[in-house]
């Protein structure tokens, strides 16, 4: 700017000012207007100057904000066209009718087309050439952004090796920035820490080798594109494979069997693999049924990973693809450290599977074992039970921890076991005892113990291991025994005492010539014998039955007839009884007559013996499509549930029986039951206790 033209005035009054003063004499009136005109020129001078300055600062200003703007804009430019940001300012454009129907490019930068491989940035007043709308992977999202009134970020894969960051912003009306970020590395470097993630967590779980390769084939498919995976075993000669586990996505075969190494691979790569350093193997421009690679297959694609110890190679991890593939660093030394991992995993399993053999076998010894096996402490608490043990007395083998030997033991038998416990402990030798114990439910059980001391490494007795075996069943069968010496001498001892007293009196009523007395006593004697071989004969039954010499003569009968037979008889024996008999229409079988009357007259019997005088018993034949049923029914005492299920044991005699003092040696039933089972049928009872019982058996019939 020219500024002479200011200074010019400035200094005109500046010469005014030094001009000498010619007119001092004068009047007043004219110095006074002198005077006056001085102060107005120097007012003016003075406001001249002040409004000078403010030009010039204002000049000053401006110049600089020029300046600034033109350093700002260079900044800007710098910046936008050097970050490593992609970085696009757009528009979204609009129709008449205000519909978006294209999104404009404005400017973009050299990183978003390096990025993006978009068009350079455009010509002032040019379009950029440019995707139709719904090509455009930018569109959706400033739609998005300018619905919301809000900035957002995406994250967006360009393609299978380019993951990008998008942050969109609205500008300005229907202007957007967006800013591209390139984080295809941080993705590999993600996606490679969790599959190593999940592979670690998998190989925790896995309990094979397969599971092993079936986990890292899984997750490899998932992360890295993997078409196949194998676990390869390498033999002592360091040339023999083996293919120990394989894991594939597709139908192609993998190399398989035993393969030869020094012919999948050269000698270069053989050292390569030697050294722990993994082999990558490429067949490209192959077509997929044209396998040139030997270690290929018909795969393209292979990495293989060696495991490496003692300077051996002993498995080898490889992986492949059906296409080719480009294998970054990070992800080879990330499935060399997998395949560490599995080998270490592999190691602990057979170490574990070698442990939990021995184990599996002590416990096979001690719970397979058909007595009782515990161990004992000094003091008697249990540290230690097999299951068949805990079985014996009800419990499980945590609960019975929880006990010592005075908890188990039946207090009678308190002092010889532990007077037993002591010896052993003073003199070091086992010891054996039979005494009782108690179950949970609280009852007892006999067992016989066989003691045997422990002892620390110094010699020094620390507890007992106990072998119990339950003696329950034996005691109970010499007890029954001894009750069925008892009851049988007594069963025999009442008819012959019958017998012997009868055959008195008809020794002195023959002397007197009585013969109606005579014929009665007779009968009376015979029943009494009858009664007395009918003992005997169930006694030899059961005695051939045990010896498995009891034999059938079956022939084609009508068991009507046998049950009618029966019937009668029992009637002519029980008088004071009223009997019913409901036939069947057609009531063949195949059968011995002689035995199924003993069990019709059994079970016939003991409705008679538990029922009262003048009651019915009720006889039902039933015919069904491939069986004869047979029920025998009375109105008497009635069985109890728990009795119910013994009732056809050996020598069982139920409560009720013991009760009511009828006579019964416990082997009719158990008699009728082996029977009915040789005549390939079944037997059983229904009954509630005090409203009667019924007995039934069913053999097959003949259609």
Same mark, same amino acid.
């Given at each position: 700017?020219?500024?002479?033209?200011?200074?010019?005035?400035?200094?005109?009054?500046?010469?005014?000012?030094?001009?000498?003063?010619? %007119?001092?004499?004068?009047?007043?009136?004219?110095?006074?207007?002198?005077?006056?005109?001085?102060?107005?020129?120097? $007012?003016?001078? &003075?406001?001249?100057?002040?409004?000078?300055?403010?030009?010039?600062?204002?000049?000053?200003?401006?110049?600089?904000?020029?300046?600034?703007?033109?350093?700002?804009?260079? +900044?800007?430019?710098?910046?936008?066209?050097?970050?490593?940001?992609?970085?696009?300012?757009?528009?979204?454009?609009?129709?008449?009718?205000?519909?978006?129907?294209?999104?404009?490019?404005?400017?973009?930068?050299?990183?978003?087309?390096?990025?993006?491989?978009?068009?350079?940035?455009?010509?002032?007043?040019?379009?950029?050439? $440019?995707?139709?709308?719904?090509?455009?992977?930018?569109?959706?999202?400033?739609?998005?952004?300018?619905?919301?009134?809000?900035?957002?970020?995406?994250?967006? +894969?360009?393609?299978?090796?380019?993951?990008?960051?998008?942050?969109?912003?609205?500008?300005?009306?229907?202007?957007?920035?967006?800013?591209?970020? /390139?984080?295809?590395?941080?993705?590999?470097?993600?996606?490679?820490?969790?599959?190593?993630?999940?592979?670690?967590?998998?190989?925790?779980?896995?309990?094979?080798?397969?599971?092993?390769?079936?986990?890292?084939?899984?997750?490899?498919?998932?992360?890295?594109?993997?078409?196949?995976?194998?676990?390869?075993?390498?033999?002592?000669?360091?040339?023999?494979?083996?293919?120990?586990?394989?894991?594939?996505?597709?139908?192609?075969?993998?190399?398989?069997?035993?393969? &030869?190494?020094?012919?999948?691979?050269?000698?270069?790569?053989?050292?390569?693999?030697?050294?722990?350093?993994?082999?990558?193997?490429?067949?490209?421009?192959?077509?997929?049924?044209?396998?040139?690679?030997?270690?290929?297959?018909?795969? +393209?694609?292979?990495?293989?990973?060696?495991?490496?110890?003692?300077? &051996?190679?002993?498995?080898?991890?490889?992986?492949?693809?059906?296409?080719?593939?480009?294998?970054? %660093?990070?992800?080879?030394?990330?499935?060399?450290?997998?395949?560490?991992?599995?080998?270490?995993?592999?190691?602990?399993?057979?170490?574990?599977?070698?442990? $939990?053999?021995?184990?599996?076998?002590?416990?096979?010894?001690?719970?397979?074992?058909?007595?009782?096996?515990?161990?004992?402490?000094?003091?008697?608490?249990?540290?230690?039970?097999?299951?068949?043990?805990?079985?014996?007395?009800?419990?499980?083998?945590?609960?019975?921890?929880?006990?010592?030997?005075?908890?188990?033991?039946?207090?009678?038998?308190?002092?010889?076991?532990?007077?037993?416990?002591?010896?052993?402990?003073?003199?070091?030798?086992?010891?054996?005892?039979?005494?009782?114990?108690?179950?949970? /439910?609280?009852?007892? #059980?006999?067992?016989?113990?066989?003691?045997?001391?422990?002892?620390?490494?110094?010699?020094?007795?620390? =507890?007992?291991?106990?072998?119990?075996?339950?003696?329950? +069943? &034996?005691?109970?069968?010499?007890?029954?025994?001894?009750?069925?010496?008892?009851?049988?001498?007594?069963?025999?001892?009442?008819?012959?005492?019958?017998?012997?007293?009868?055959?008195?009196?008809?020794?002195?009523?023959?002397?007197?010539?009585?013969?109606?007395?005579?014929?009665?006593?007779?009968?009376?004697?015979?029943?009494?014998?009858?009664?007395?071989?009918?003992?005997?004969?169930?006694?030899?039954?059961?005695?051939?039955?045990?010896?498995?010499?009891?034999?059938?003569?079956?022939?084609?009968? /009508?068991?009507?007839?046998?049950?009618?037979?029966?019937?009668?008889?029992?009637?002519?024996?029980?008088?004071?009884?009223?009997?019913?008999?409901?036939?069947?229409?057609?009531?063949?079988?195949?059968? /011995?007559?002689?035995?199924?009357?003993?069990?019709?007259?059994?079970? #016939?019997?003991?409705?008679?013996?538990?029922?009262?005088?003048?009651?019915?018993?009720?006889?039902?034949?039933?015919?069904?499509?491939?069986?004869?049923?047979?029920?025998?029914?009375?109105?008497?005492?009635? #069985?109890?549930?728990?009795?119910?299920?013994?009732?056809?044991?050996?020598?069982?005699?139920?409560?009720?029986?013991?009760?009511?003092?009828?006579?019964?040696? =416990?082997?009719?039933?158990?008699?009728?039951?082996?029977?009915?089972?040789?005549?390939?049928?079944?037997?059983?009872?229904?009954?509630?206790?005090?409203?009667?019982?019924?007995?039934?058996?069913? #053999?097959?019939?003949? %259609?």
């Amino acid at each position: 700017m020219n500024l002479k033209f200011i200074a010019s005035p400035l200094k005109t009054i500046r010469m005014m000012d030094n001009k000498p003063d010619e %007119n001092k004499n004068e009047a007043t009136w004219g110095d006074l207007k002198d005077r006056w005109r001085l102060k107005e020129l120097q $007012k003016a001078n &003075q406001e001249f100057k002040e409004a000078r300055l403010a030009a010039l600062n204002l000049m000053e200003d401006a110049i600089l904000s020029e300046q600034a703007l033109r350093q700002s804009e260079a +900044r800007y430019r710098f910046l936008f066209d050097n970050i490593d940001q992609g970085v696009q300012i757009c528009e979204l454009v609009r129709n008449k009718a205000q519909a978006v129907t294209d999104l404009q490019p404005i400017h973009v930068n050299p990183a978003w087309i390096n990025i993006t491989g978009a068009n350079q940035e455009p010509v002032k007043n040019q379009k950029v050439k $440019k995707l139709p709308v719904r090509d455009q992977p930018w569109f959706r999202y400033c739609e998005q952004v300018k619905e919301n009134g809000s900035p957002a970020r995406f994250e967006t +894969r360009m393609n299978e090796d380019r993951w990008l960051d998008v942050f969109v912003t609205q500008m300005e009306g229907d202007r957007f920035m967006i800013l591209l970020t /390139d984080i295809t590395e941080r993705k590999r470097h993600d996606g490679n820490q969790s599959f190593l993630a999940y592979c670690s967590v998998a190989l925790l779980k896995a309990g094979s080798l397969k599971e092993i390769v079936d986990a890292i084939g899984e997750n490899a498919r998932t992360y890295l594109g993997v078409n196949a995976c194998t676990f390869l075993k390498v033999e002592e000669d360091q040339d023999t494979l083996q293919l120990v586990a394989g894991w594939e996505e597709v139908s192609q075969p993998l190399p398989a069997g035993i393969l &030869q190494l020094s012919a999948l691979v050269s000698q270069s790569n053989l050292v390569q693999l030697s050294q722990a350093i993994p082999l990558i193997l490429q067949q490209e421009d192959t077509e997929p049924t044209i396998p040139k690679e030997p270690a290929l297959g018909l795969m +393209r694609t292979a990495l293989y990973v060696p495991v490496v110890r003692d300077q &051996q190679i002993r498995y080898m991890l490889c992986v492949y693809h059906t296409s080719p593939y480009h294998w970054f %660093n990070d992800q080879v030394s990330l499935l060399s450290e997998l395949a560490g991992r599995a080998w270490n995993k592999l190691a602990h399993l057979e170490a574990e599977e070698k442990l $939990k053999a021995s184990e599996e076998n002590y416990k096979a010894i001690v719970n397979q074992s058909v007595s009782g096996i515990f161990k004992l402490s000094l003091d008697g608490q249990i540290l230690f039970t097999n299951n068949y043990f805990a079985r014996m007395l009800g419990y499980t083998a945590e609960e019975l921890l929880q006990f010592t030997v005075k908890d188990i033991v039946h207090p009678d038998d308190l002092d010889k076991t532990f007077a037993g416990f002591k010896g052993m402990v003073e003199s070091g030798q086992p010891f054996e005892v039979d005494k009782r114990l108690k179950r949970k /439910d609280r009852s007892v #059980i006999w067992v016989t113990n066989y003691a045997a001391p422990l002892f620390d490494s110094l010699k020094q007795p620390i =507890g007992a291991l106990v072998v119990s075996v339950d003696i329950s +069943r &034996q005691k109970a069968v010499e007890q029954q025994k001894d009750e069925f010496i008892s009851i049988a001498s007594h069963e025999l001892k009442t008819p012959l005492t019958s017998v012997k007293a009868y055959g008195q009196l008809v020794q002195q009523t023959s002397k007197e010539g009585n013969a109606e007395e005579l014929a009665d006593m007779i009968g009376r004697m015979n029943l009494h014998i009858d009664r007395l071989v009918n003992l005997v004969g169930t006694i030899l039954d059961t005695t051939k039955l045990e010896r498995q010499e009891y034999s059938l003569h079956l022939e084609k009968m /009508d068991i009507n007839e046998l049950i009618s037979e029966k019937v009668k008889e029992n009637q002519l024996a029980a008088p004071h009884f009223r009997f019913v008999f409901n036939r069947c229409e057609m009531a063949w079988i195949y059968g /011995d007559k002689t035995p199924l009357g003993q069990v019709l007259n059994n079970l #016939i019997s003991y409705a008679v013996k538990y029922s009262p005088h003048g009651s019915t018993i009720t006889i039902d034949c039933d015919q069904s499509e491939d069986c004869i049923k047979v029920c025998v029914t009375d109105e008497g005492i009635g #069985i109890s549930e728990k009795d119910q299920e013994k009732i056809f044991d050996k020598y069982y005699r139920s409560a009720g029986l013991l009760e009511s003092g009828r006579s019964g040696i =416990g082997l009719g039933l158990y008699l009728c039951g082996e029977i009915i089972r040789r005549h390939n049928g079944a037997i059983g009872v229904s009954s509630i206790l005090g409203s009667g019982t019924t007995f039934y058996f069913t #053999i097959p019939s003949i %259609n």
